[in-house]
């Protein structure tokens, strides 16, 4: 985003003051003033940008954007998940002297994921 907002950079842009875009919106200079420093300050709402892009002949988009795929990062959640019961299995394993090799604790650690993905789906959210 603009430092200044969309709203602002884009009227000055076209050239016109905050005194025109109000009468386009019948509001005020000052209301005009209100909305960009709310959109600067991250509280304008959707409505309102909305309107002012529609009032400065823009498209409004409003989106999320995952920083990698959602099956990617249902994968990682799940792995993680699974690593969190291990952890706690290896330690309750541990303290009866029932300790396993790194080859079975990575098998039983592959189970516990596809059991996850498989069965548990909901759980996997709920690791710290």
Known sequence: MPSQGWI?????????TS?????????TQQNVSILEKNEV???ITLQSLEEMARVLNCKFYYAFIPEDSLEERF????LKKAQEEMA?????????????SREEIEHQM?????ELEQKNTQRIWDAK
């Not at 602002?8 to 016109?16: E, G, P, Q, S």
């Not at 706690?88 to 300790?99: A, C, F, G, P, W």
């Open 110 to 114: 592959k189970e516990i994921a596809r």
């Open 75 to 78: 994968k990682k959640q799940i």
């Open 41 to 43: 300050e991250g509280t």
């Open 19 to 27: 005194k025109q875009l109000g009468k386009r919106i019948q509001k």
């Open 88 to 100: 706690y299995i290896s330690h309750s394993m541990r303290l009866e002297n029932q300790d396993t």
């Open 8 to 16: 602002k950079t884009i009227r000055m842009a076209l050239k016109m």
